[in-house]
């Protein structure tokens, strides 16, 4: 029988992991819930999800609206065996009572704290870790990116040091109210930024330090790595650890993939649902190792690069599968990632 999962909170990410989890052959979506009746809560029932409401005195809205819902996010969670939080950060707590007055294990996003749950996620750096657990979080676009580029060096070589310089998009595409406009952002004008100890609840014991910058771009985030290894690697080497690894793709300015909106491009012409590019492309040519350091570049698709880590996450809470590798080719064969 397939698990029942309900996403509270059909957003940016919420409706992709939706389509995600309806993709899986051991999961099903039970309900998506949403807090207003506009374009996105019309088409979720286009698409056959069944819609419950997050505020039960908005219902005439949605009657108004023409929009079918089915209940309340109260009724879709009593009805689910977890329930993904993709609701935006800081309203997770509030919910969390919620899903412990229902015995419902639950998955979180990146824009809550590490402390809502005490355990952070990602499939390729600690998969075990979250095997039965009641809650887990799915850590940020940013971390997500970092740990699925660093995990293998960290394996294969160890890392004495890393420094991170993130370039951040200054909001999805859709979001006309962010910003900047004009400008580069020094974001937060401090070091370090936050990125580096998240990603250490997720490569634990990782000396990271990051800064990070806000720029006039809504397509990907960019980051530029520099990694003091143990253990002296040859370019050829780590080329080849992360060719054998999903989710990272190597890809060449000289094939005219010279910028992140190349990258975008890229995945369109991969027929991706939505555009999505889920993978972390690196820039085959910013590889090099220097004086034992290694240096590169990759970019973040911040919209869809959790997505295949939330279905982890699921059937790591659920036990559906125990092995971490096993999930990640499980999810990857259905969503078509490389
Ligand atoms: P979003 O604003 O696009 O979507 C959030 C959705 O939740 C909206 O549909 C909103 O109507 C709904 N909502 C608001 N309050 C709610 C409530 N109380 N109950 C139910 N639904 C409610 O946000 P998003 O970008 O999808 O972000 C969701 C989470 O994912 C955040 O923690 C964010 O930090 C994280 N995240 C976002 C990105 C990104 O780039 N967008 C990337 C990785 C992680």
């Given at each position: ?210 800064l990070a910058l806000l720029v006039p771009t809504t397509l990907m985030h960019q980051h530029n790595l520099m990694v003091e290894l143990e253990n002296d ?97 499980k999810t990857n064969k259905a969503m078509g990632i490389l």
């Open positions: 029988m397939k698990a029942s999962i309900a996403v509270n909170g059909y957003g940016t990410i919420g409706k992709r992991v939706a389509d995600a989890v309806s993709a899986q052959d051991d999961m099903k979506i039970i309900g998506v819930s949403k807090t207003k009746p506009d374009y996105e809560a019309k088409m979720a029932v286009h698409k056959g999800y069944d819609l419950y409401i997050a505020i039960p005195e908005r219902e005439k809205l949605f009657d108004e609206a023409g929009i079918e819902i089915a209940g309340t996010t109260d009724d879709m969670i009593e009805k689910s065996d977890l329930v993904v939080d993709c609701t935006p950060g800081n309203v997770g707590p509030e919910n969390l009572e919620k899903y412990k007055a229902n015995g419902v294990k639950a998955t979180y996003q990146g824009g809550e704290k590490h402390d809502l749950t005490g355990l952070s996620f990602n499939s390729i750096a600690n998969y075990s870790d979250s095997v039965g657990m009641e809650y887990t979080r799915v850590v940020s676009c940013n971390t997500t990116g970092m740990a699925r580029s660093l995990t293998p060096i960290s394996k294969n070589w160890g890392i004495k040091k890393v420094r991170a310089v993130m370039v951040r998009r200054g909001g999805d595409p859709y979001q006309v109210n962010k910003g900047p406009i004009n400008g580069i952002v020094p974001n937060p004008p401090k070091v370090p930024s936050h990125h580096g100890p998240d990603l250490e609840t997720v490569l634990r014991g990782v000396d990271i330090t990051t690697a040859k370019i050829d080497d780590v080329i080849d650890v992360w060719e054998k690894r999903s989710r990272v793709l190597l890809l060449k300015a000289e094939d005219g993939l010279t910028s992140t909106a190349g990258f975008m491009e890229y995945a369109k012409e991969l027929g991706r649902n939505r555009n999505d590019l889920y993978e972390i492309p690196i820039w085959r040519e910013s590889v090099n190792v220097v004086d034992g350091e290694l240096f590169y570049m990759q970019a973040v698709h911040q919209e869809s690069d959790v997505v295949p880590e939330n279905v982890d996450a699921i059937r790591a809470l659920l036990e559906l599968e125990t092995d971490g590798e096993k999930s990640i080719a």
